[in-house]
Structure formats: structure tokens, C-alpha cells
T-cell receptor, first 114, second 111 residues
Framework: GAVVSQHPSWVICKSGTSVKIECRSLDFQATTMFWYRQFPKQSLMLMATSNEGSKATYEQGVEKDKFLINHASLTLSTLTVTSAHPEDSSFYIC??????????FGPGTRLTVT | QKEVEQNSGPLSVPEGAIASLNCTYSDRVSQSFFWYRQYSGKSPELIMSIYSNGDKEDGRFTAQLNKASQYVSLLIRDSQPSDSATYLCAVTNTGGFKTIFGAGTRLFVKA
């Protein structure tokens, strides 16, 4: 299957700082990338959908000014958590897909805000 | 009504048995259906996709789709303890723009 990478796999940051997470599709061109968040023992929560070259579409309740998403190329999307707080600590997972194809997930990034 | 519904479980089966996981969806014109497996602390992994009515087999896994009943299932034959995970059902809407995930069913295979 298609390969999606994420970097970093885990990060610890101090409250008030910003953290950038990268998502790359390694062997296909991702027309659409998705960002999810998952708290322990809870289901995936879609945060936003991004198409290459367009502004991301955020789900209801997700602050677009806090979670900045950039999808500058067909193989790279970034999520920046700005002014992170302890309640932002979570497992952030990206996924990517080609046109009308299956979604493939990255390995996830575990964020801890102290 | 949730767009994609799954029983949260846990579903517990003995090793070697058949595990049956079920999913219903509300959008009658959904086109694509997927099953993902997620181990604790890991991201989801695609295990099956199905697009037309009937059965699709891949090794020990069989996906079944019934569009008239808006129902998709996953059968795991000869269940192994390593199959213990959360299984997510996902449905893509018309045009393929959005994929909706169910909350997942936790499967526990007892050795």
C-alpha cells in the first residue's frame, strides 16, 4: 500500500510555544490530506481537510487560527499548533489520498504540552 | 442518527473462531467502504476496501457489502490474539470528497 510519513513521531513542548508537524506522501501524489486528533480511548476526530494549493476546510469547533494547516505541494502538508496548551496534548494523525482513492494514514505524532 | 455506526464492543472471541464486525451507514448513495485496524497507540491501517455488493476476500478477511440494507461487515476467520485491536469502518460519500469513520469496534481474541 501507499506510504505516508509523519515527523516528528513524538514531541514535548512548553505551554505557549508552537509546534509544527509534517505529513508526507512518499510514493504517491496526495490531492487531499486530512488531519485527525485522537485522545486516549476515544475515536478519531477529523480536524480539517486540505487540498493542495487551497485553504484547509476545518471541522466545526476546530480553531483555524490555532491549528494552522498548509498543503503547499502534492506530497507535503503541515499542521502547526500555535500557542500550545496542555489540553492540546493528543495523538495527531494525518492521512492522505489520491483522487477518489483510499486514505492512508501516517504513523501519528504524539504531542505532550507541559 | 450517526452517519456511520458500529457497536463499540468489546467483542470477545476465542482463538481460532470467526470474528464478525458490523457497520451501518446512513447515506444511501455512499460509494466506497473501508475497514481499518488500529492497534492501541498506533494509527489506523487499511485492511480492506469494497465498492460493490457482495463479498470480497483477502486472506483471513472477508468484507461484505449490502447497499440495499446499508450494511457492511468484516469477517475474520481463524482469529488470532494478534487480531486484537479496534476496527474502524469508513464510508466515502458521493463524489469521494469526504470519508466518515465509525467510532470503532474493539475486538479481543482470547488465546
Amino acid at each position: 500500500g501507499a506510504v505516508v510519513s509523519q515527523h516528528p513521531s513524538w514531541v514535548i513542548c512548553k505551554s505557549g510555544t508552537s509546534v509544527k508537524i509534517e505529513c508526507r506522501s512518499l510514493d504517491f501524489q496526495a490531492t487531499t490530506m486530512f488531519w485527525y486528533r485522537q485522545f486516549p480511548k476515544q475515536s478519531l476526530m477529523l480536524m480539517a481537510t486540505s487540498n493542495e494549493g487551497s485553504k484547509a476546510t476545518y471541522e466545526q469547533g476546530v480553531e483555524k487560527d490555532k491549528f494552522l494547516i498548509n498543503h503547499a505541494s502534492l506530497t507535503l502538508s503541515t499542521l502547526t499548533v500555535t500557542s500550545a496548551h496542555p489540553e492540546d496534548s493528543s495523538f495527531y494523525i494525518c492521512s492522505a489520498r489520491e483522487q477518489n482513492s483510499e486514505q492512508y494514514f501516517g504513523p501519528g505524532t504524539r504531542l505532550t504540552v507541559t | 442518527q450517526k452517519e456511520v455506526e458500529q457497536n463499540s464492543g468489546p467483542l470477545s472471541v476465542p482463538e481460532g473462531a470467526i470474528a464478525s464486525l458490523n457497520c451501518t451507514y446512513s447515506d444511501r448513495v455512499s460509494q466506497s467502504f473501508f475497514w481499518y485496524r488500529q492497534y492501541s497507540g498506533k494509527s489506523p491501517e487499511l485492511i480492506m476496501s469494497i465498492y460493490s455488493n457482495g463479498d470480497k476476500e483477502d486472506g483471513r478477511f472477508t468484507a461484505q457489502l449490502n447497499k440495499a440494507s446499508q450494511y457492511v461487515s468484516l469477517l475474520i476467520r481463524d482469529s488470532q490474539p494478534s487480531d486484537s485491536a479496534t476496527y474502524l469502518c469508513a464510508v466515502t460519500n458521493t463524489g469521494g470528497f469526504k470519508t466518515i469513520f465509525g467510532a470503532g469496534t474493539r475486538l479481543f481474541v482470547k488465546a
